[in-house]
């Protein structure tokens, strides 16, 4: 396949194309095991060989949720319609604007957006990235700094001004790598409109190309050493930035996800070895950035793939600061970082992996959260697990250490995944963002989807049951499972579970693929992905999955954003995306007067021109939410 067809792969795609998993054997079986929506949805029925129920805060009252109204609920907004609209569609009493765009300007030195070509390398440089993703709001000195990431590039938007939207020199490759990273900006709220202040002294860009230092125990390992940097200590760059995570001394995590479809081999006859494999590594990339940076060129640089896929804490408020990989935490496809300070202090990571059967895990540090205190390396030492789910709604926490897999901490850290399989983790649904509850010890992940979920074996070490947390057949719509450690204890092994939310179409099927009790022709969705809580405990869910409007996903339109309340398990659709975006991260502004979200890649296939409408070029960009009257969101 030419490399200009990779390019219009989507990630997962590529990724089947690289790693094909084998056709099984017959799961018809395990198909005819799944029950009807009423029995599936009863509380306790069988799915496959797994018994679960919904969860007595939940769904337990599933028949009262269908009841429930506008009086009754904590969810103060008139829910919005699913529609395929070209625009931004919010609840009535609420507004939206643009905070900034790809392209923008952050200095005053700056150009200007060129929107016939999307500016130069140079200009890229000094302006805000593209494919906005997560993000987080930091405060210092009545000052509002925003961090963000910048996953990846539509080369068809990047190099709209030719016909050839592939990279053909050296100037197209730095505008690339420039496009990706992260965005540290300072905004500002002037004359009633939220926006960018350049210049601030905070505006910084980080890149595929920003030195950072490498920590935790894969530092200095051999696999860790390239040409440039002969003793493993120092990666150049960041690129494929996902979901994120905040700390609470004040630190940035961005989340490294597909970072396997950078690299290529310009040698035909290059052999993959099997650690490489498992990441989905390819000697043929999305990106040709070997074109002009050999370091991205597996035959020249075989060990610089193993510098990427794992979390970088940044420090927004310090422009000075050295990122730094942190490689106690895994390497693998993070979605986001989700910490939680446990009763015990420790610092507990919640981080799924975000590929078809792969793991959910956890990150204890060594030593303890001390409030006011000098925590600036937790993240650099302690115990990596990973979550084994039982059909009896319990789980447990199983450690990744030299005794449990044979591999040393440096091993584990590079090959996560191995490490993972050996010690019979639960391959799940595409782990994506995970949530914790802010007033109890429960934790929230999103299942985006599996269509190989009990149709073909998963990389991950099993043949794909459809059982427990991951129980339908051709997963395509995705679900949300929520778990509460024992003891109230973040760093307890073992934990109950259950499903919050199975999404689905009630429009389409009334089997288990329309989805749970809570789910309905009004409210329907697929692909949950990113999650995050807000201050009174309610659950806002974005979405990045098919947004046809057809067929299986008839009635579902645009990619949205909705919230739920775990109370009750009603959840109201709160906002639609425009044409073929994926609708993405989260922050609020310290009064919760105004929410901050990522409107990723409109137009991915084309049939988009927002946010400036006419037939101007489509730009991912962050919006700003807020009510008409001024009140708290939600």
Known sequence: MKIEQMQNLSFDELDELVRPAPEVVEFEEVAHKMVSR???LGGGAAVGASAFVMGSTTLAAGNALAASTTTDSRLAFSMVKANALDAVTVPEGYKWEVVVSWGDPLWSNAPAFDSATGGTGASQELAFGDHNDGMALFSKDGKQIMAINHEYTNPKTLHANRADA??????????????HGVS???????????????????NRRITADTEMDITGPARGHKWMQTSADPKGLVAKGTW???GSGQTPWGTYLTCEENFNGYFSAS???????????????SSKGRYDWALADARFDLVKEPNEPNRFGYVVEIDPLDPTSRPKKRTALGRFKH?????AIASNGHVVVYLGDDERGEFLYRFVSKHKYLAGGNNRDLLEEGTLYVAKFHDNNRGEWLALTPKTTGMTDAEIAIHTRLAASKVGATTMDRPEWVASHPHKVEVYCALTNNKNRGVKPNEGGDEAPATGANPRVKNNFGQIVRWSPMNEDHTSAEFKWDLFVLAGNPAVFDDANAGSKNINQDNMFNSPDGLA???KGLLWIQTDGNYSNEKDFKGQ???QMLVGDPETGEIRRFLVGPNECEVTGFAWNPGRTTMFISIQHPGEKGNSHWPEGGQSAPRSSVIAISREDGAVIG
């Open 184 to 202: 540290v900006i300072e905004v500002a709220q002037r004359g009633g409109k939220w926006g960018v202040v350049q210049d601030s002294p905070y």
């Open 240 to 242: 494929n930035n996902c």
């Open 38 to 40: 009423r029995g599936f």
């Open 533 to 535: 809580f807000d201050s």
């Open 557 to 559: 339109g645009n990619n």
């Open 166 to 179: 592939m990279p053909i020199n050296a100037d197209d490759v730095r505008k690339n790598i420039a496009a």
């Open 267 to 281: 040698d035909a006859n290059y052999k993959m070895s099997d650690g490489f494999k498992r990441y989905s590594i």
């Open 335 to 339: 979605e986001n970082a989700e910490v």
